[in-house]
């Protein structure tokens, strides 16, 4: 390791080298005193250094000449009746002969006009060494540097292209589009992130709708439940959930909410969504009933099995929407047959069901919170339920809650819910347009 390992220059150490060079003190003098090595201080003089003095302008050209010693040259103006020599005369401008003179001091140690003789005087370009200055200068480097991105033109427009197609034309997250595009992007997800802040692609802070920070909500009034003495949930409740959690070993559970909509919009969209590998089923009710509920539990008891039924919803935690008071025809089929068990949040406590609360935001991307869900159908909702368990999740180490599924309750099952798996490129998070 050399002398200068994990060392830097500070505004201390940049005073010592300025009092040094204005002494005659030699670049390995100054390394010794700071315990840097001599061409660290050699580059730190010539890279922060500032120009404080051009060229004397009223001076003769023949001054800034390096044959001005000996130079005998006549008749360069043009003059036919002077006989002098040209050198020293202000006539001159011009001179087939002139080289610009230079100082040896400023193309090596010290590279500075520091404690030179001749500064008074010199009529040559004047450089200094001030500690302060070169300090700004070596901050600002500092910050140039990592500024804008570090591409040649085609990554850029390879790497614009995939953005502006995967985030703006597809409605994709950013993770996800990184992790379908790992080599052609070559970067973190920070840096991603960084570089759509400073305007770096054509992909702006406002297409990403997780990003665009949101004014201060206004004050509500606090939740009060109200208890209805008709609803007996003894033996439904969340502590009840947590022994019966405990003592059945429940891996995957299902978390139930609706989707908030319009107060004019006839249909309600019913979301379903898995504990621990993000995979959702969303349905859509017509004038929901608790009563229509239950025959959509029913409805998907007859296409998938009762003995699937039981296998994918071992229980399903929910809040105590008046829509599911009639739990227990919920919890039975019409032949009195156990099909799933039904436990309930607190009152006003939705953290006790983050996943499909936070999944609830995830879906107003496709589903906007103004839009009137009456012009959809349960088609186009197993298209983007498909679409939405086709991406690649950071919390399920970059796989998608379609693969893991199909892994844990088998292809066939994953057909019978009508749903199909979307290559992940391909996966579009965007409204539906009729």
Known sequence: MGKNEGKQFNIAKRGTISRMVAKGTSAKEIGEILGMDPTSVSRELKRNRIKIKETDSDDTLCNNCSHKKGCTIKKVCGAISCYQRC????AVKKCWRYEKFECNKLHRFPFVCNGCPKEKYCPLEHYMYIPDTAEEI??????????????????????NEILKDRIIEKGQSVHHTLATNKKELNCSEKTLYRRIEKGVYTVKVHHLPRQVSLKKRKYKKKYEYVHDPKVDRTGHLYSDWMIYRFKNNITYYFQMDFLGAPKKSDKEILVLTMRGISFSLLYIIENATQGKIVSLFDSIEKEIGIDNFRKLFPVILTDR??????FESLEFNKNGELRTRIFFCNPGESNQKPNVENYNAQLRPIFPKHKVLNEYNQNELYLATSNLNSRCLGSIDDRTPAELFIEIFGKDLFSLLHLKKIPPKEVVLKPIHR
Do not use: M
């Not at 540097?145 to 390879?158: D, I, P, Q, S, W």
């Not at 929407?321 to 009639?326: A, E, I, R, V």
């Open 87 to 90: 050198n020293g005369c202000k």
């Open 321 to 326: 929407d008046t829509l599911f008071d009639d």
């Open 138 to 159: 070596a901050r600002d480097r500092l910050v140039t540097t990592r500024e804008g991105a570090n591409l040649t033109f085609k990554e850029y427009e390879v790497q």
